[in-house]
């Protein structure tokens, strides 16, 4: 049998030190993502298979709506994804989604047409290395495919990163755009990935 100050020293660890742990380990994390978390995994590994970028994927999100299932941007777009409702239709027919079942702003639907989105993307650039590729397929996915595929075309066959980026803005792009449109990659796989590499994955350079 312990003694009492054994057990004391034990209550004391798990009041005090073991929710420090915790919160230690998830520090970089916002509360509201945790919740996602198991949902978020599943569908990365149904999408993308057991070794999915998982990290990058939570780092999307937090990125379009800091985990806001209810967030609505200024342009119109919905939900954790941030889909136009354009966008949002054109997904669900592809996918042989009724309108009941085409909710932007269902977290589970918004994860799925992420990550699904994200990999459609991704078959669709090319790069010399899978960050590269990512890379190229977040920037579709934020400014447009048809503008990354133009501006590609105008750098062939050189499709090394840095070469496509400086190209932005010299097809079909208004330079304007290429700040904000070469800066969304670069915050969620540089800067906010880190913080979610304790979920899975993540694509490094």
Known sequence: MRSPRKIARWALWLVIVFPLLIGIAYADAPREALRYQRDLTRTAHATWGLDAPVAAFAAQIHQESGWNPRAVSRVGAKGMAQFMPATARWWCDL?????????????????RALVGYDRRLFERVRGNSE???????????NGGLGHWQKEAATVRPALDRQTVDS???????????CPENLGYPHRILIVLQPRYL???????T
């Open 95 to 111: 996918n042989n989604l009724s309108a009941e079942e085409c909710q932007p702003t269902d977290p589970v639907w918004a994860m």
């Open 167 to 177: 190209a932005c803005g010299k097809a079909r792009r208004h330079i304007i755009h």
């Open 198 to 204: 304790g979920w899975g994955r993540g694509v490094q």
């Open 131 to 141: 960050f590269d590729r990512l890379w190229a397929a977040l920037r579709a996915y």
